[in-house]
């Protein structure tokens, strides 16, 4: 037995169990909630000319991510070649890597796993092109590439539409690979908290990704996907009727920092912790850190016990503390529990091996959050049905 599968196994004995009988800090994933995100944002994108693709790194599980295609996602995307290949290996049949995938064990992974299902990958340079192509010859696999062009994010991307043709020039030239359009992802709009300024830079965006899809028409390449957005944006780019497809993933979950920014989704993921220690307004959790993401935001406190204190400046969030602002007569005792909804979900989800699935406030199963291991969880899959 595996020592993923045996840690299972002892969660397992769990079930049946309350929501606040994990021993903390613990993941927990409210399974109808979850659901409910994934058939509003299908719904929602269904009067869409663009399709769906749920980037998964922010679950990192096959179920979650069987559950977004069998309600109509097109695919599914990933941030890394672990992810993608921990869900191929798990029999999900076509991943897209929306980020570059360099070095020469990673491409021969994502050579692997091009063998098994469909596995499409961004691009940006020319050796990298060559690394992939070479892998993949020697995989006896085709992995298929996007060009990436950078639209105002600043981050990865070919700077400008000449430089995008040039690369797709390239690629044809080459065997292993095959190229199947564009990727432009406005990522520097998911942050504006102004709508209508969102709009604008969205806009702005998805049209330098539109004139590359010209030119590449124009020169005769493939434009069969011309992907960008993510859960700021996806009504604004979904609605571009060039684009083909939207990568959001977050709204699966949500998470404080989403919640501000896109309302109509329920949290799905909280952190549960424990009260350690109480004294008069101060009450500190055993999550940190080391357990929950506040990148981007503050986590919030469930059930209206308190707030995350704020103070020199910053939130007291240590490695293995949170310090709650509580009101003097709150009943917080320690060994009381708490849940926190993290300030941003995929962070948060990185430091866990198992999510913690809740029905009815009751734990109903243990699903392993796969693609965090690396090379060494190939093979594990999916957990039983
Ligand atoms: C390339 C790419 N596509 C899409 C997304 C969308 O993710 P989210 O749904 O969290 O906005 C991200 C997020 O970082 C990303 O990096």
Same mark, same amino acid.
């Given at each position: 037995?595996?020592?993923?599968?045996?840690?299972?196994?002892?969660?397992?004995?769990?079930?049946?169990?309350?929501?606040?009988?994990?021993?903390t800090?613990?993941?927990?994933?409210?399974?109808?909630?979850?659901?409910?995100?994934?058939?509003g944002?299908?719904?929602?994108?269904?009067g869409?000319?663009?399709?769906?693709?749920?980037?998964?790194?922010?679950?990192?599980?096959?179920?979650?991510?069987?559950?977004?295609?069998?309600?109509?996602?097109?695919?599914?995307?990933?941030?890394?070649?672990?992810?993608?290949?921990?869900?191929?290996?798990?029999?999900?049949?076509?991943?897209?890597?929306?980020?570059?995938?360099?070095?020469? $064990?990673? /491409? +021969?992974?994502?050579?692997? =796993? *091009?063998?098994?299902?469909?596995? @499409? !990958? &961004?691009?940006?340079?020319? #050796?990298?092109?060559?690394?992939?192509?070479?892998?993949?010859?020697?995989?006896?696999?085709?992995?298929?590439?996007?060009?990436?062009?950078?639209?105002?994010?600043?981050?990865?991307?070919?700077?400008?539409?000449?430089?995008?043709?040039?690369?797709?020039?390239?690629?044809?030239?080459?065997?292993?690979?095959?190229?199947?359009?564009?990727?432009?992802?406005?990522?520097?709009?998911?942050?504006?908290?102004?709508?209508?300024?969102?709009?604008?830079?969205?806009?702005?965006?998805?049209?330098?990704? $539109?004139? /590359? +899809?010209?030119?590449?028409? =124009? *020169?005769?390449?493939?434009?069969? @996907? !011309? &992907?960008?957005?993510?859960? #700021?944006?996806?009504?604004?780019?979904?609605?571009?009727?060039?684009?083909?497809?939207?990568?959001?993933?977050?709204?699966?979950?949500?998470?404080?920092?989403?919640?501000?920014?896109?309302?109509?989704?329920e949290?799905?993921?909280?952190?549960?912790?424990t009260?350690?220690?109480?004294?008069?307004?101060?009450?500190?959790?055993?999550?940190?850190?080391?357990?929950?993401?506040?990148?981007r935001?503050?986590?919030?406190?469930?059930?209206?016990?308190?707030?995350?204190?704020?103070?020199?400046?910053?939130?007291?969030?240590h490695?293995?503390?949170?310090?709650?602002?509580?009101?003097?007569?709150?009943?917080?005792?320690?060994?009381?529990?708490?849940?926190?909804?993290?300030?941003?979900?995929?962070?948060?989800?990185?430091?866990?091996?198992?999510?913690?699935?809740?029905?009815?406030?009751?734990?109903?199963?243990?699903?392993?959050?796969?693609g965090?291991?690396?090379?060494?969880?190939?093979g594990?899959?999916?957990?039983?049905?």
């Amino acid at each position: 037995m595996t020592e993923v599968a045996g840690r299972l196994d002892i969660a397992r004995r769990l079930i049946g169990e309350p929501r606040s009988a994990p021993p903390t800090p613990a993941l927990l994933l409210d399974l109808p909630r979850a659901r409910r995100n994934v058939a509003g944002m299908a719904a929602r994108m269904a009067g869409l000319p663009a399709a769906l693709r749920p980037h998964a790194k922010i679950h990192k599980s096959p179920v979650l991510a069987q559950l977004q295609l069998d309600a109509g996602a097109i695919g599914i995307t990933t941030a890394n070649v672990w992810e993608a290949s921990a869900l191929v290996d798990a029999g999900l049949g076509e991943i897209l890597v929306a980020n570059q995938v360099v070095g020469p $064990i990673k /491409a +021969a992974e994502l050579a692997r =796993a *091009a063998a098994i299902g469909r596995v @499409i !990958v &961004a691009v940006d340079d020319a #050796g990298n092109v060559d690394e992939i192509a070479a892998a993949a010859r020697a995989a006896g696999s085709v992995v298929d590439l996007l060009v990436e062009i950078d639209v105002g994010l600043h981050r990865a991307g070919v700077r400008g539409v000449d430089a995008a043709v040039r690369l797709a020039a390239h690629i044809a030239t080459r065997e292993g690979v095959r190229l199947v359009g564009l990727l432009g992802y406005e990522g520097h709009c998911m942050l504006e908290p102004d709508r209508a300024v969102r709009i604008e830079k969205a806009r702005e965006a998805n049209a330098i990704l $539109i004139a /590359a +899809a010209d030119a590449f028409d =124009a *020169a005769g390449h493939s434009t069969s @996907i !011309v &992907a960008a957005g993510g859960f #700021g944006t996806w009504d604004i780019t979904g609605a571009n009727p060039r684009v083909t497809e939207i990568h959001a993933g977050s709204y699966i979950f949500t998470d404080a920092f989403h919640t501000a920014l896109m309302p109509g989704f329920e949290v799905a993921l909280t952190v549960l912790s424990t009260v350690i220690s109480r004294s008069g307004t101060t009450a500190v959790l055993d999550c940190g850190r080391k357990s929950i993401g506040f990148d981007r935001a503050n986590p919030t406190v469930m059930g209206g016990h308190g707030n995350v204190r704020y103070e020199h400046g910053e939130y007291f969030i240590h490695e293995e503390h949170v310090v709650l602002d509580v009101a003097e007569d709150a009943p917080l005792r320690v060994g009381d529990t708490v849940e926190l909804s993290p300030g941003y979900a995929p962070t948060t989800v990185n430091h866990y091996d198992i999510y913690w699935v809740i029905e009815d406030d009751v734990i109903v199963d243990v699903w392993p959050i796969l693609g965090r291991y690396g090379a060494a969880t190939a093979g594990v899959g999916p957990p039983p049905a």
